[in-house]
């Protein structure tokens, strides 16, 4: 069973709590990386968070909660290996892996409820990449963030 780190700013927190509750209770191991409070913080510090686990190995998959999910998935883009996306519903849950090779999963906490969040992130974890086509199409932009980024080094995986 996948390893699963998961984020979220303040607007995503309470869906947050629900997801890991779900989680948890269907045997996934799971690293809660904050926010665990009320006030308000930064998306991208949890976004990176958990962008860096997930591309230095730390975790298999990582879910992001934010207000629409847009932002979290912004930042978390910018982190070489990863490839965050949105999703509002299961299809697009289930083509984010099967297309796409999605590692991670980005929700909006102000857009969905807390049933449809819990399908969708089933629904994720769940689908596998189709791999054929895909992979050419996964390749090129593999190549085009190794010929604009350097990897990403032990003491900024580390960065909190
Ligand atoms: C916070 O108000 C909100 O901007 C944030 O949660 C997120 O939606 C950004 O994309």
Redesign the pocket.
Known sequence: MERIAIGA????RALKEEILVFLRDAGYSVEDMGTYGDE?VD?PDYALKVARAVATGAADLGILI???????S?AANKVRGVRAAVATDCYMARMAREHNDANILCL???VVGAGLALDIVQTFLQSRFAGGRHVRRIGKIRAAEESSSPPLSPEIAEDP
């Open positions: 700013d303040h607007a995503g308000s998306y934010c207000g629409t999910g847009i932002g979290m912004i909006g906490g102000r």
